[in-house]
């Protein structure tokens, strides 16, 4: 399973990938938004800052949405660094584009998506990653978990090779259910992937070994 960081916040990216757990990161306009991130001259230099701080694919996002646009702009994101995925909407153009780009050898990974049919589609058009955003899904009662498994069964029916990444992951828990159910990939945030780290019995255990060993010296 794969491991990717769902921020643009720098500081973080870089403390994942020094945990030697990080196979890459995905952005959005909202994430660099959050990080004062604005423009396209600075958002360009963003990815290529990225690139620098990890060895891993690195998503970066369409602004358009018409399929001339997003040739373009892919194109021109495309060219920045070989880290570069292309992420395109889950809209008409954006599966002509993903189709274009497969074409061209130019990996994509498609976003937004919210159902099984979306990403079948996705899957037909070559997509490198296909994006369900699980999150999202439970904040509307609906259970994100059961998409994943939809498009597991799917994919597998039929041996597509798009990269399920789970997207909108909130927390550990998500993590560790998209793990059982068979994501190849999660993007989350640092404090979901820490959370993989913690459990009391380790601190209470490595506090006594600790002080046993002081007794003795
Ligand atoms: O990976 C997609 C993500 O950035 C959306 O997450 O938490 O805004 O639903 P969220």
Do not use: W
Not at 33 to 54: L, M, P, R, S
């Amino acid at each position: 399973m794969k491991f990717f960081i769902d921020t643009a916040n720098l500081e973080q990216i870089k403390e994942a990938e020094a945990l030697g757990v990080l196979d890459g990161v995905t952005t959005n306009p909202s994430l660099m938004a959050k990080e004062g991130i604005t423009g396209e001259a600075n958002i360009i230099q963003h990815y290529v800052d990225i690139c620098e701080a990890v060895e891993g694919d690195v998503s970066a996002e369409v602004i358009s949405t018409d399929y001339e646009g997003m040739i373009a702009e892919g194109e021109k994101l495309a060219a920045l660094n070989p880290q570069i995925v292309v992420k395109l909407p889950m809209i008409k153009d954006g599966v002509k584009a993903c189709k274009y780009f497969s074409s061209k050898g130019i990996r994509t990974n498609v976003t937004l998506v919210f159902s099984a049919g979306q990403a079948l589609l996705a899957a037909k058009a070559g997509a490198t990653y296909v994006s369900p955003f699980i999150g999202r899904l439970d904040d509307i009662s609906t259970d994100g978990l059961n998409l994943i498994e939809e498009i597991r069964m799917i994919y597998d029916n039929y041996g597509f090779k798009t990269e399920i990444l789970a997207a909108s992951v909130r927390h550990t828990m998500h993590i560790l259910n998209c793990a059982k159910i068979g994501a190849d990939v999660m993007t989350g945030p640092l404090s979901a992937i820490e959370g993989l780290l913690k459990h009391p019995l380790t601190d209470s255990g490595l506090a006594k070994f600790l002080e046993d060993y002081a007794k003795g010296n």
